[in-house]
């Protein structure tokens, strides 16, 4: 059998050259989603909008001569690389003129000068603020304070790794050398650069996670156990367990997201509970009899099925994942719920079959079973329950009611870039972007106006320059962008560049200003960005900064308003869409659906305890303690300020499928005592605290400790995530160590009797020794 565990093993470590990392923004929107089929269509109309990189500087020296040299120099250098389609800098910025006798617009370059100097740096300076308002939010700031550059990549490059070595090798080592030659400050962003770093960050804390939760819980699992052979088994068993993990993802060839990468430090922390159920059982057992085959039966057909029954639960919790239609959260259930059940046949095979071939533990290994400490806290515990139920149940009450006035306060969090490395450069530059250039994250506007060469008529562009003077008006939004733009720059230039004629033509000046742009169309394509080759589609393209979701609704609700009222529907046919808009309706699809998960795993739980008890009061009983703990943590989170979002919601489907194992490890022991001590339920709670209640602290205070590593995580989701899974285990072990004795010996009358026991889902044997095993 280990022959086999080390064939599959290497069998699957051949698969890691499978794995990949994702190159793409997730998308928690499943393909056929509404607002994934408007945004689709925009990216077959336009190409894909999120190939754009901004470079930006607040610094009153950049003109000067030498640094203005400097940075032209930097962007003709970024220009050469295969991987850029262009660049929009200072020294290759073009302003539109008007040529009178070719009766046409032509592109001349903004600095004509080969040698600039710093009267003429002035002069370009003032003409550049003060003449070019098209300029204004794509080249300089509102406020006139920084400057930025904008860097195309090529869009065929933008989703694969190509992306990734062009801004790692090239772009940052050009942007470093840049700052240390001039002491400029460079800040960049744009949505491929922030995902290449973003998941470079992760990439990264992948081996950080897998070295602390091994760190945590062997250290952990030694303080216990204080046995040097039992911490290296188990270490082994689950390193096997990370190995396939990684295996099983290159295998399935799915890519390494936030989520996913979470599944080997996962398998690490669930893995342990399992070795320390199952070696707590045998140094049990051989403290008691000293007989080593016996002893790795019974824990084979104890505490084996107990531990089937536990991660069996522990996986359905992630399985309801997959039931959801968002692609992300399906590889996460499927890959984490295939992994969860391996761990479980790891260790219930590699450790007895280990533990065979070795001497039965000496007297110094059991020591911890009679420990002071752990003795005074489970006798801590049957006080409590024998003398203090009342006092348990008003605590359990009194937290709930304090709960439900927590939960009140929830907010829901939609942003973008919350969960990100808030200690990380690339999020000061996000911010800097936000501050200065009022936005960073892509809306998009898409107007069918249902005709070819329709976006150019005038209502039409009237009924746009409406929209963005509407737009323009939210604090949260940037300085729209269209073909509106262009076509008042071309009255500009056609009045001599004279910044008062930046408008929209009247229609006596539309015949001929619109004869001229159509004219250098032809040749310089300067509608293709603004408007599709039909002349039918046009878009409008905004900054958002960072929004709270609920400002966010109300800012889309009061936009489609004016939407509707400024498009009539029979000559129209207007969208939002957009990355931003993409991942805020993506993140309140996901929240309904991981409730519905949460909700399906309480379910298919309470079916399993139905299926083990036959007893509607005893799956009520089962649930109450596992239910209570979640209610608690979504209380501390309305108290605390902490949203709901992707990251924390699914804390609680992680829990419940964790915690629910402590109940099945009590209930299965209080099961086995109920008939060995004749159905007498007092006898039977107090012999299951003391046997379970050792392996439950142990387990919790493991898992407590191991999610915790998550904490040093630099994404705020993931530190969320692992907090508030420690703090629900936590007061899931209390709950079932206080509350679910209190409640079996509270309802006794109406649960101590064998019908619950008439049609057993466990077939009961008695073996030789009288010792009786559940065997599935």
Known sequence: MLLVIAGITVALATQWKNMRFSYTEANLLPDNHPINVVYDKFLQVFGEEGNLIVVGVKDSTLFTPEKIKAWNHLFDSINQFDEVSLTLSLGNLQTLQKNTKKETFEMVPFMQDSVITQDKLNRYKYQLFYKLPFYEGLIYSPDKKAIRSAVYLKKDIVNTAKRKDFIVNNLIPLLSNFEKQTGMKVHTSGM??????????????????????????????????????????????????????FGILGLLQYEITVL????????????????????????????????????????????GNATLMTNVTTASGFATFILTNSRLLKEFGIVASINIIAIFLLSLIIIPIVYSFMAPPKHKHLKHLSKQWINKFVNWIERMVKNHRIAIYVTA??????????????????????????????????????????????????????????????????????LQEYLYEFPEFSKPLSVVNLVKYAKQAYYNGNPEYYQLPNSQERTFIMSYLKSSNKKTNLLESYVDGTGQYARVTTFMKDTKTERYDRIEEDVLAKIHKLFPEERYHVTLTGKALVFQKGTKYLINNLILSLSLAILLIAIFMAWLFRNLKMILISLIPNLLPLIITAGLMGFMGVPIKPSTILVFSIAFGISVDDTIHFLAKYRQELITHHWRIRKSVFAALRETGVSMFYTSIVLFFGFSVFAISSFGGTVALGILVSITLLFAMLSNLLLLPSLLLSLERSIANKATLKKPALKIIEDEENDIADVI
């Open 397 to 466: 009450v009194v937290l709930l009611c304090l709960s439900i006035i927590g939960i009140t306060t929830i907010k829901v969090s939609g942003s973008l870039i919350e969960d990100m490395p808030q200690k990380t450069e690339f999020y000061k530059d996000i911010k800097f972007f936000e501050k200065e250039f009022e936005g960073i994250m892509p809306l998009e506007v898409l107007i069918d106006t249902k005709r070819k060469k329709g976006v150019m008529s005038p209502a039409t562009l009237k009924r746009i320059d409406k």
């Open 192 to 245: 491929p650069y922030i995902r290449t770093l973003n998941s470079q960050n992760i990439i990264d804390e992948i081996g950080m996670f897998i070295i602390a939760a091994l760190g945590v819980t062997s250290l952990i699992f030694f303080f216990f156990f204080r046995s040097v052979r039992a911490t290296f088994i188990s270490m082994i068993t689950v390193i096997i367990g990370v190995m396939w993990a």
């Open 260 to 303: 996913t990468a979470l599944i080997p430090p996962l398998i690490i922390v669930i893995g342990i509970p399992n070795c320390i159920f199952l070696i707590n059982k045998y140094q049990h057992e051989i403290k008691l009899h000293g007989n080593q085959a016996k002893s790795l039966q019974r824990v084979i057909a104890k505490v």
